[in-house]
């Protein structure tokens, strides 16, 4: 397919020049929901793989996945529909594994995974296509003195490395109650050491899904009552640096188009969703929450503007 063709047609998120591989589900950041306003509602038994072959596939996965250093060991859920009414949002869940998320979701670009998902119905809005389609989390954290805390993930970890983006994790059931709002709060005091009483007003602002390895992302945006220097992040080493950026259209936007680089090396190739020069390398959902948050906090003008000066500046050689 002709790269121009792609551009025009592109089926992910268009942020200005920028392509994003994501899919929104659900918009929710011109009305963000509270805890109360969030509805769980679990669904019985264990999720398992319909098709034999992929199912076979991912067993075969698990077995050699279990031998390998930094493997995904926990529990984690699966969304399996979901529902917006005038009393929130609902999400009925299922429990499923790491494991068998890695045997799907990050194979689809095997043939006997893809060929699962096609013949269920590739459309991203399809929950029943076969994948576990863990439930992950990403928070968008404003501290006080209105810095936005970045992560440059390690390039050795398993999902999505090398790329930047937000404090994030899975929905483990157990640790969480299936709570996605406690997800949120457990990944803040682990990854940045922020209590509970210093977390204000964290708000669901997005559901969507990521357009290579389709998994799950609930997007979350909160305030952080301590300025950057007062956070004691517990263990500095699990990223390559930790980055804190003004939270202002212009400042972010000059860090998305800096990072505008190769296909990361680990990505799904399958739909051409991430496209070289185009495609900044960050993780999808956390990059296209960023840019939800921004448009909260300032006119979306403002944003759009600022997002197609920095990444046109950028395409010009330094004289």
């Known amino acids: 397919m002709n790269p121009n ?4 047609q592109y089926a992910g998120t268009t942020i200005g020049p920028l392509k994003i591989p994501y899919f929104p589900l659900v918009d929710l950041h011109k009305n963000p929901l509270d805890k109360d306003h969030l509805h769980i509602t679990k669904v019985a038994g264990k999720y398992t793989i319909p098709d034999d072959k992929a199912n076979a596939f991912a067993e075969d996965m ?45 194979s689809l670009d095997k043939d006997v995974i893809w060929n699962m998902v096609e013949e269920r119905n590739p459309d991203y809005s399809n929950l029943d296509d076969g994948l576990s389609n863990a439930i992950g989390t990403g928070v968008v954290a404003i501290t006080k003195d209105n810095k936005i805390v ?29 709570n996605p709002f406690n997800t949120q709060r457990r990944i803040l005091k682990k990854q940045m050491g922020i209590e509970e009483e210093y977390i204000k007003k964290p708000e669901l602002i997005g559901v969507g899904r ?14 952080i009552n ?93 004289a």
């Open 62 to 106: 698990i077995e050699k996945l279990n031998a390998k250093k930094g493997s995904f060991d926990g529990p984690t859920l699966k969304l399996v529909d979901y529902s917006l009414g005038p009393d929130g949002l609902t999400l009925d869940v299922q429990p499923s594994s790491f494991f068998k998320h890695k045997s799907t979701n990050l």
């Open 210 to 223: 990521a357009g290579d390895d389709r998994h799950i992302e609930l997007s979350f945006y909160a305030q």
């Open 150 to 178: 970045i992560f440059e993930r390690k390039h050795d970890i398993d999902q999505y490395p090398g790329l930047y983006g937000t404090p994030s994790g899975f929905v483990n059931p157990l640790d969480d109650d299936y």
């Open 5 to 8: 063709t792609i551009h025009e």
């Open 226 to 318: 301590k300025t950057f220097e007062e956070l004691q992040i517990p263990d500095k080493t699990k990223h390559e640096n930790i980055i804190p950026l003004e939270f202002t259209p212009e400042a972010v936007a000059e860090y998305l188009a800096e990072t505008v680089e190769s296909v990361p090396r680990d990505a799904v190739k399958r739909g051409d969703m991430w496209i070289d020069g185009k495609t900044p390398k960050w993780v999808p959902a956390q990059a296209d929450a960023i840019n939800k948050a921004l448009r909260m906090n300032n006119n979306p003008k403002r944003v759009d503007k600022a997002i197609s000066d920095e990444f046109y500046r950028s395409l010009k050689p330094v």
